[in-house]
T-cell receptor, first 116, second 117 residues
Framework: GAGVSQSPSNKVTEKGKDVELRCDPISGHTALYWYRQSLGQGLEFLIY????????KSGLPSDRFSAERTGGSVSTLTIQRTQQEDSAVYLC??????????????FGPGTRLTVT | GENVEQHPSTLSVQEGDSAVIKCTYS??????FPWYKQELGKGPQLIID?????GEKKDQRIAVTLNKTAKHFSLHITETQPEDSAVYFC????????????????FGQGTILTVHP
């Protein structure tokens, strides 16, 4: 079946602009995670959504970052007033967490964000 | 919070040789340890995982071992092939057992594996 999809695959933006990154999880997966992959920091957790529960935002690096998940499916990560240090690959992962839920997280291809 | 250390950062082997990558973790409550393979321009791909109630797991040429007492786990790839060349990441999480439903992954820094034909 279809895997996790993300769009756009690449995004170049000017410093100070806002950007929106989209994630479509695997159908039926109720847990959704955002991670960031950068040269200096490796792969780091940003935010976690589980069903209708309040998201865990403990990994968001600043209040310029926010995310939402509409209808328990698609998620959007928004970065306001982008800075050059926001340049990274933003990865989304989903996991099946229903009855008999699993541990495995499946990643999308990522969005490469470049802030000039 | 959890801290995962991964070694080596680069590993070069000849085709047919074995490759071993090692990770240590700090949080004794971690109970799930996946390994991901990442090829250039792609997202991480889950290749094998192990839970803390198991000491070893094998899938064809790939195996993972876990030592809970020492808090370390390792990836073993036998009979390496050029297509095994990629970046490999270990990770640890508290998984989804014991009434929690979380699974936030903490990753190691990655190992660049190069298999020479």
């Amino acid at each position: 079946g279809a895997g996790v999809s993300q769009s756009p695959s690449n995004k170049v933006t000017e410093k100070g602009k806002d950007v929106e990154l989209r994630c479509d999880p695997i159908s039926g997966h109720t847990a959704l995670y955002w991670y960031r992959q950068s040269l200096g920091q490796g792969l780091e957790f940003l935010i976690y959504f589980q069903g209708n529960s309040a998201p865990d935002k403990s990994g968001l690096p600043s209040d310029r970052f926010s995310a939402e998940r509409t209808g328990g499916s698609v998620s959007t990560l928004t970065i306001q007033r982008t800075q050059q240090e926001d340049s990274a690959v933003y990865l989304c992962a989903s996991r099946f967490s229903g009855t008999g839920g699993s541990y495995e997280q499946y990643f999308g291809p990522g969005t490469r964000l470049t802030v000039t | 919070g959890e801290n995962v250390e991964q070694h080596p950062s680069t590993l070069s082997v000849q085709e047919g040789d074995s490759a071993v990558i090692k990770c240590t973790y700090s949080d004794s409550a971690s109970n799930y340890f996946p390994w991901y393979k990442q090829e250039l321009g792609k997202g991480p791909q889950l290749i094998i995982d192990i839970r803390s109630n198991v000491g070893e797991k094998k899938d064809q040429r790939i195996a993972v071992t876990l030592n809970k007492t020492a808090k370390h786990f390792s990836l073993h790839i036998t009979e390496t092939q050029p297509e095994d060349s990629a970046v490999y990441f270990c990770a640890a999480s508290r998984g989804v057992g014991g009434g929690t439903s979380y699974g936030k992954l903490t990753f190691g820094q990655g190992t660049i594996l190069t298999v020479h034909p």
